[in-house]
C-alpha cells in the first residue's frame, strides 16, 4: 500500500493536469496476460479498454510477445526512419493482404507518425493537395485526434475552447444518431434525412460551402458515444460522395482490424472508399499510424509528410504478427458472436434498469448510454443524458474488477472496447461485474448522482 501512496503523490505532484485515463484508473498496473490485469496490489481487473483498442489480442498475447522478441534478438535495424528494412517489407505484405481486395488493387500506403492524429494530419494534406481544395466536410460527434488539424475536426468542444488556429472552412454535418437524433425522427428516418442534407449541402450552388477536399467519417463514431450506421446509410454516403467528386475518407483509427467483426467496419457495407486512415490495433500494442489512399490522389511531393518514428519498427513486427493471427479461420467470426452475447447480455440488464437509454454498436465496440429517466425531455424528445451516473458507475466498476471506460455526450455512454480474444465466458464475468457496479450506486452514498434511485431493478419510466 505504501508504494501505491508513493505513485499517488507522484501522480499528482509530478504529472501534467491533462492526464486523462490516471484519474479514473488510480492503480498502478503492473501486469497484464490478455483481457486481464493487475495491480501492484496483486488485484484482477477484467479490462475492457485494451488501451483504447489498441491492444486487439490483449496484453502480451504470447504470438506478439515470441515475435518481438525474436526480433530484438535478431540485429535488425531497432529505428529506419522510413527506409526499407525485412520488418517493413513483412508488414506491407500482410496489410495488402488484409485491405479490401477492389480497395487493395489501386492503394498506396504512407507510413505516418505514431498514432492516430498523425494518419487523420496526412489525409488533410494529401487530399489539400490532390484537389487544389481548402474545405472539409466532418460530422458532428467525430473524434480524429489532438493535434491541431485533427482537433480541428472534433465534434467535442471541450478540448477546443482555450485552443485557437483550428484550419478554416471545416463544416460538421449532422450525423445520424439514432438515439438522439439530430432531426428528431426515428433511426431510419434520421440516416435519410442526414444524406438528404449533405446531397443539397453539395448541390447548392448558394450552400457557402466550396466543394471539399474531403468527406472524413468515422464508420462507427467511438468517442462520439459508440454509434453505429447502416448499411444503406453507408452505400448512401459512397454515392453522394462519388457524384459529387469528393474523396470519401474512412477512419478506421479504432474501428479497425476485427473490432466490428469486419476487419474493416466500412466493409459490411461492401462501399470502396478513397482513403483509409489506420492506427491503434494496427500496431499489435505499439505506436503506429498508416494511411492507404487511391493511386490517383498520390500528388505530394517527397517530404510532404515526414515523420522520425514512421514505420516504428518493432511496431511493424508486432502489427504484421496481429494481422496474421486476425486472418486465421474463424477469428472474426468468434468476434461477431462473442461481441452478440454480449450486446444481448447488456440488453438484458436494459430491461432491468432504467437508467439504460440505449444499448447499441457492432462485434466488440458497444456502448449503453446511461439516462435520467425521470428527467423532463430534451428538445429532441429524449431523457436526459446521465453522464453523472456514469462516471460513478466507472469508478464502482473499478471496484468491482472491471475496467471500463465512458464518453459519449455529456460523458454518459459506458464504452465496451474488450481484447478481441475475449471468450463468452468471459462476456459472463464482464456481465456479473457490470451488473453488481449498478447495483451497488443504490446502496452507496454517491455524491451528487443525478437520479441513480431511479434506475432501481424493476423501476420503469
Not at 404 to 426: C, K, Q, W, Y
Request: charged share 20%; glycine share 10%; proline share 6%.
Amino acid at each position: 500500500m505504501v508504494e501505491l501512496e508513493t505513485h499517488r503523490l507522484h501522480w499528482s505532484e509530478r504529472e501534467s493536469n491533462a492526464r486523462t485515463y490516471a484519474r479514473g484508473i488510480d492503480r498502478v498496473i503492473s501486469k497484464g496476460n490478455l483481457a486481464r490485469v493487475y495491480d501492484s496490489n496483486g488485484r484482477e481487473y477484467v479490462d475492457c479498454l485494451a488501451c483504447a483498442g489498441a491492444l486487439p489480442l490483449g496484453h502480451n498475447h504470447p504470438l506478439i510477445q515470441q515475435r518481438v522478441v525474436d526480433f530484438l534478438n535478431s540485429g535488425q535495424l531497432q529505428q529506419a526512419l522510413d527506409i526499407a528494412t525485412p520488418a517493413k517489407l513483412a508488414f506491407i505484405e500482410q496489410l495488402y493482404r488484409v485491405l479490401p481486395p477492389a480497395f487493395a488493387k489501386h492503394a498506396k500506403i504512407q507510413f505516418c507518425g505514431p498514432s492516430g492524429s498523425d494518419g487523420i494530419e496526412a489525409s488533410l494534406k494529401l487530399f489539400k493537395t490532390a484537389t487544389g481544395r481548402r474545405s472539409v466536410l466532418v460530422f458532428q460527434g467525430a473524434y480524429h485526434g489532438m493535434t491541431m488539424g485533427s482537433l480541428g475536426m472534433m465534434g467535442n468542444l471541450e478540448p477546443k475552447q482555450a485552443v485557437s488556429g483550428y484550419p478554416a472552412e471545416i463544416q460538421f454535418l449532422p450525423f445520424p444518431y439514432g438515439y438522439r437524433s439530430p432531426f428528431g425522427t426515428n433511426v431510419a428516418e434520421t440516416e435519410r434525412l442526414s444524406l438528404v442534407y449533405l446531397e443539397n449541402l453539395l448541390s447548392d450552388p448558394e450552400s457557402g460551402v466550396t466543394k471539399p477536399a474531403m468527406l472524413l467519417v468515422e464508420p462507427i463514431q467511438g468517442e462520439g458515444g459508440c454509434i453505429p450506421v447502416s448499411v444503406e446509410w453507408l452505400i448512401g454516403l459512397r454515392d453522394i460522395t462519388a457524384r459529387y467528386d469528393v474523396p470519401l475518407v474512412m477512419d478506421e483509427v479504432q474501428t479497425g482490424f476485427g473490432r466490428s467483426g469486419d476487419m474493416f467496419a466500412h466493409e459490411w457495407a461492401g462501399i470502396v472508399p478513397d482513403a483509409i486512415v489506420m492506427s491503434k490495433a494496427i500496431g499489435g500494442g505499439y505506436p503506429l499510424a498508416v494511411m492507404a489512399y487511391h493511386e490517383k490522389y498520390d500528388k505530394w511531393n517527397p517530404g510532404a509528410h515526414a515523420g522520425t518514428f514512421r514505420g516504428n519498427q518493432i511496431a511493424l513486427i508486432s502489427g504484421a504478427a496481429t494481422l496474421e493471427y486476425l486472418q486465421r479461420p474463424g477469428v472474426l467470426e468468434m468476434v461477431r458472436v462473442v461481441g452478440l452475447h454480449l450486446q444481448q447480455r447488456l440488453q438484458t440488464l436494459q430491461d432491468r434498469f432504467s437508467c439504460i437509454g440505449e444499448v447499441r454498436g457492432r462485434g466488440l465496440m458497444l456502448g449503453v448510454e446511461l439516462i435520467d429517466p425521470n428527467s423532463e425531455p430534451d428538445a429532441l424528445g429524449r431523457p436526459q443524458a446521465n453522464g453523472t451516473l456514469a462516471k460513478a458507475l466507472k469508478r464502482a466498476c473499478l471496484e468491482y474488477g472491471l475496467i471500463i471506460e465512458s464518453g459519449g455526450r455529456h460523458g454518459a455512454v459506458m464504452r465496451f472496447l474488450p481484447p478481441l480474444i475475449i471468450t463468452a465466458n468471459d462476456v459472463d464475468i464482464i456481465i456479473q461485474k457490470f451488473e453488481a457496479a449498478l447495483e451497488s450506486l443504490w446502496s452507496t452514498s454517491v455524491p451528487n448522482l443525478v437520479a441513480f434511485d431511479h434506475c432501481l431493478p424493476g423501476r420503469s419510466v
